[in-house]
């Protein structure tokens, strides 16, 4: 059974910095897209940035030089996020398609 679980989420003031995991189980990702999406109250799930098998990675336009992603073997991934704006703010879910996490709640506050 494939799990995606995310730790790492919490409160911080703006400007600060927060790094996000993604541990997955059940089967490997390596070659596989994983990504970030994040959904803000009354707004709908949006991309943030992914990570494809061969390394490549894309990102939202508004966190562009300030989140990396990255992965270190086939099961964990990660988001560092710097400079952290309050506009960040959200429910922040880790994906493997068709896999969601459950997501863990990032709050800036201004």
């Known amino acids: 059974q494939v799990q995606l679980v995310e730790s790492g989420g919490g409160l911080v003031q703006a400007g600060g910095s927060l790094r996000l995991s993604c541990a997955a189980s059940?089967?490997?990702?390596?070659?596989?897209?994983m990504g970030w999406f994040r959904q803000a109250p009354g707004k709908e799930r949006e991309f943030v940035a992914r990570?494809?098998?061969?390394?490549?990675t894309y990102y939202k336009e508004s966190v562009k030089g300030r989140f990396t992603i990255s992965r270190d073997n086939a099961k964990n991934l990660y988001l560092q996020m710097n400079s952290l704006k309050p506009e960040d703010t959200a429910v922040y879910y880790c994906?493997?398609?068709?896999?969601w996490g459950q997501g863990t709640q990032v709050t800036v506050s201004s």
């Open positions: 990570i494809l098998g061969n390394g490549d």
């Open positions: 059940g089967r490997s990702f390596s070659s596989y897209t």
């Open positions: 994906n493997a398609r068709p896999y």
